[in-house]
């Protein structure tokens, strides 16, 4: 097997996002830029996207991170309008998607229609929601969109797979169809729900750091893999299990967390930055295969298809919007008022990725009988179209567009004041709590290190509200800039002189790496203590 290949990949795709990260276009875009130009180098090899590497090994990772850094609180308050995108939308754009390729393409059967229909459907909300966090925009709609992208794939692939049946020749009726993906969906959750208590249990019963992360790891591919075994949806199964997880990491050992966040960081980037380059290099193959469609027909289907899918999530998300306020007294009272500008972006925000090439992917290349499964090579073009045209046109409008309608984004002075607050009453039973241990003769300290616990209670309780303070008028540095500035100086001349009296053979390498990593641990405490 040559590695090279895939070596090049991911050092290329982590390259690139990094210098995404140093300029106004968000690193996703970059990505598929760089993977369309790199595809006609000669020399560079065919990158296909093979659906049985991509769904069962891509896709759970990738979700499970996105459940654990989701809220469960939050998006169990959003769960109607979540539901509505993840579940109603997806089925919407099948069939409307589906029924205009149907009239726009000549010969095209309706069944290989709704498997295009199905494939574009569901927005890959990874580009979104990170611009979301980007420029700032309200809690509410970055729920919504996280929300949506962590269970559209569960409707998208269910309805994928009926309407493939119905295109190869397979016995299907709508009534079949519900069936299964109600099996699938309420499989999965059932899944999820089996699996989650007994691993959150064994991740806190674990006491090895090392083999608690290696848990972590196997765990999306477990969900997945035992949810598609019975035929249920292993994208929820892993969604319900990650939202779980995440809803109780605070009762896992600190040490395990603070290895496991730098671990899934690393992955989620290898894995989106591969991703979104392995997108662009899908325009050889792509194109390669598309025989009879070539030329301006071509065109314009692509760009009919485009068109339809943009707005086909507008005629969904305002009737959704607002027609549920308009019906229920109830829904009026509990859910703040939703405005315009709010669903544009939500609607606007809906751009396609790699599961919907995935999926095309996996299309049959032939139906029952032997024939050629209809319009396969079509449905390929215009799936990666569609993916790519949704990418750069809403992908680069987005933020302009956001700054353009002035929606109100997150106000960081009541959140930090609201951490004050937080950090207070904590701070205030720790003290009571640590005057109650000394009080027991049996945890006597010194007063030295009796004062040393107060003074690191102190300096958290008063980090957050120095951050609401005003900046050093020389330096414009805020109280805790300084503070964290000058604790890595410390630090770092103490690590000075380890480095010193290891190469002087005062100490050896196995001490010096004791000494730093518990510098590391200092100068990591010191930078969270203020952020």
Same mark, same amino acid.
């Given at each position: ?8 990949? /991911?050092? &290329? ?26 595809? !006609? ?17 891509? $896709? ?9 850094? %989701? ?48 494939? #574009? ?22 729920? +919504? ?16 797979? #009926? ?31 089996? $699996?989650?208590?007994? +691993? ?25 893999? /035992? ?5 249920? %949806? &292993? ?37 989106? %930055? ?5 997108? &662009?290099?899908?325009?050889?193959? #792509?194109?390669? =295969?598309? =025989? ?70 996996? +299309?049959?290349?032939? +139906? ?6 209809? &319009? ?26 956001? =700054? ?122 010191? !930078?969270?203590?203020?952020?």
């Amino acid at each position: 097997m040559n590695v090279m290949p895939l070596l090049l990949l /991911v050092a &290329g795709s982590a390259a690139v996002a990094a210098a995404g990260r140093r300029t106004p276009v968000p690193a996703p875009l970059l990505l598929v830029a760089a993977g369309l130009a790199v595809s !006609y180098i000669p020399g560079v090899p065919d990158y296909t996207l093979d659906p049985h590497i991509v769904l069962p090994l891509l $896709l759970p990772p990738l979700l499970h991170t996105a459940a654990t850094d %989701s809220s469960y609180l939050d998006l169990r308050a959003q769960l109607r309008p979540v539901a509505l995108l993840s579940v109603g939308y997806v089925l919407f754009a099948t069939v409307a998607v589906g029924w205009a390729a149907y009239l726009l393409v000549p010969g095209l059967p309706l069944t290989a229609a709704l498997v295009l229909g199905a494939v #574009v459907a569901p927005p890959d909300a990874v580009a979104a929601t990170a611009i979301a966090r980007r420029v700032g925009l309200p809690s509410r709609i970055t729920t +919504i969109l996280q929300g949506e992208s962590l269970v559209n794939d569960a409707t998208a692939i269910t309805a994928y797979r #009926v309407a493939v049946a119905a295109a190869v020749g397979e016995a299907t009726s709508w009534a079949g169809g519900i069936g299964e993906f109600l099996i699938a969906a309420v499989g999965g959750i059932g899944i999820g729900l089996v $699996l989650m208590v007994p +691993i959150h249990w064994l991740r806190t019963h674990l006491k090895e750091a090392l083999l608690q992360n290696t848990l972590s790891l196997l765990i999306p591919f477990v969900a997945y893999g /035992v949810a598609e075994q019975v035929h249920a %949806s &292993g994208v929820l199964a892993v969604v319900v299990v990650a939202l779980y997880l995440g809803h109780r990491a605070w009762e896992v050992d600190f040490a395990t967390r603070l290895q496991e966040d730098a671990v899934w960081k690393m992955v989620a980037f290898v894995l989106e %930055s591969s991703v979104f380059a392995l997108i &662009g290099l899908q325009l050889p193959v #792509v194109l390669r =295969g598309l =025989g009879e469609y070539e030329g301006a027909d071509a065109a314009w289907y692509a760009a009919a298809v485009f068109l339809v899918v943009v707005v086909t999530r507008f005629v969904w998300v305002y009737p959704a919007t607002f027609l549920p306020r308009l019906l229920s007294a109830r829904i009026r009272k509990r859910e703040d008022n939703p405005t315009w500008k709010g669903a544009f972006i939500i609607s606007w925000a809906g751009m396609r990725g790699v599961v919907s090439l995935a999926i095309a992917f996996s +299309i049959p290349e032939t +139906i029952h009988g032997g024939e050629d499964f209809p &319009g396969r090579n079509l449905i390929l073009f215009l799936t990666f179209t569609t993916v790519i045209g949704t990418l750069v046109v809403q992908g680069l409008t987005l933020p302009p567009l956001i =700054g353009l309608l002035r929606l109100p984004g997150r106000d960081a002075q009541a959140e930090t004041l609201a951490e004050a607050n937080a950090q207070a009453q904590a701070s205030r039973a720790a003290e009571q709590r640590l005057d109650e241990l000394l009080s027991d003769e049996r945890n006597a300290l010194p007063e030295p290190l009796a004062d040393r616990l107060r003074t690191v209670m102190e300096r958290r309780r008063n980090a957050v509200w120095e951050r609401l303070g005003q900046p050093n008028p020389i330096t414009g540095e805020t109280a805790d800039d300084t503070y964290r500035r000058l604790a890595r100086e410390m630090i770092g001349a103490e690590r000075e002189v380890f480095v010193k009296l290891r190469d002087l053979r005062y100490i050896d390498d196995e001490m010096l790496r004791t000494l730093l990593r518990r510098l590391d641990l200092e100068e990591a405490a010191a !930078y969270r203590e203020t952020t």
